[in-house]
């Protein structure tokens, strides 16, 4: 297929904010694709391969930066100049290669079988020269790009399409251009989508137009799976009001999601994000290996940091390099071990148990995994409807040093990918605070470029002192909010000293930040720092001058000891 006619679809997709529109115009370009085509359905969310591999095509900002230098022949400085007033590298790109067009004959036909080949090769590459080589796969494309495909080729190679089209986007169209929109097919298209994670695989059943082919596809163990998210209730009463009485009740640890899969030897761990994090937690794979039985099986876990000596729980800050760090590994377990709290099990021995209750499916954690304490136990759990008890238990849980509690329905399956309303979380209130932003780091990846991590500061008097760091409650991609992306242009100007990622800010630049709790600490300047802080908005409100002050928060801080849940 010529990329020119995806490269369209995406405009078009972007020219519009309706979902049905949208969900029209992919339809149309779904039944157009053929069977030797199938994989341009990777490229239709900015993808090269299916959503469980974990091979992505990861291009940083400064990377695409030069091999658009190199494909239009301008300095890399100007596209810089350019990069930093309209904040759009795949605009720059467009506007570039237009430039270039009118000067140059062209004489290409870029194709999505080549735009595929090349992506491709962009993940696999390393050692020496790679960067060459990825600046040269990448500019071979964009010298037969038209500027529009340029513009969607970037935008690709940096993760950031924003045609505002999702996996569901693509569900919907399926069932519309294959089974004329019925509402069965688009549950069952989900289904396959969660439990393969291949949207070219279900696009090869979703043609043959029949849902019983939808309806073979298994879970399938070493392959990760998404997991069941949880929504919010406020209180414990409105908890079980959604979940029903008894409902389970469990800790909800602050650590990370780790989910185990085990087929006879093979033993593999998968993030909620699909990451395969085998080789960095070897103890896990020795825990699982004495302490859980079964041939094979799906586990669901939450993995927690804690102290060797004290035996406290950690905050998941403390331990999440852990999942992205490649060497060092003993010594880094042995720093920061961690401990697995298994919830649930969605696989056992061969057969699904994603339609089996949750209540059976615990019973059974209970049967195959043994406890042992800073191991492998099962997450703290009570089974109750009393609202004196678990009202309690939420207590215990926040004196341990966790998030909360989950609230569980007894009856319920697991939909793997969904936020489903009978898996409940309850924290306590957040608080928030104004500070200003007064310095900040570079993030990594395909984050390299825009400020990723921002460091916030109180005012004692006409002092600024630093009291934490934010990086959460940013827009990804679609959606209300403010950006990464948005926000450093926004710091460029400011930027009054860079010493490798790091960068000092004009404080200027007020930010409201919610936060569960203040904690003294000796790293920032103020003495305290933020537990969970996330951000929710800027403040153009507001003047530096005009933000929470040093005072307000050693009053938050007393007021907040005198609280029942600290006591
Ligand atoms: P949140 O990340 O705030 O949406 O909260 C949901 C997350 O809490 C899940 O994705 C898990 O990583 C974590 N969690 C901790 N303990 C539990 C538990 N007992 N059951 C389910 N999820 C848990």
Redesign the pocket.
Known sequence: MRYLKLAETYESLSSTTRRLEKIKILSNFLTGISESDREVIYLLLGQIYPEYDARKIGISNQLAIKAISKATGTEKEQVVKEWKTSGDIGRVAEKLTKNKKQSTLQNHILTTEKVLENLKKLPGLEGKGTVDKKISLITELLTSASPIEALYLVRTLIGDLRIGIQESTIRESMASAFFKGDKESSKEIQEAIDKTNDLARVFDLVKMGKIKELKKVKLEVGKPVK?M??KKAKTIKEGFEAVGKPCAI????D???LVIHKKGDQINLFT?HLENVTKQFPEVIEYIKKYAKGDSFILDS?AVGFDNKTKEYKQFQSVSQRIKRKYDIEKLQKELPVEV?I?DIIYYNGKSLLKEPFEKRTELIKKIVTNHPYKIIH?KQIITGDEKKAEEFYKKALKDRQEGV?MKRLSSEYNPGSRVGF?L?IKPEERDFDLVITGGEYGTGKRSGWISSFILSCKDKDKFLEIGKVGTGFKEKEGGGVSFDELTKELFPLITEEKGKSVKIKPKIVVSVTYQEIQKSPTYSSGFALRFPRFTATRPDRSPFDITSLNEIEEEFEKQRRNWRYG
């Open positions: 997991v998210l949880a469990e800790y909800k640890y650590g990370f999601r909620r939450e709290n919830f997450a989950m898996m979380k």
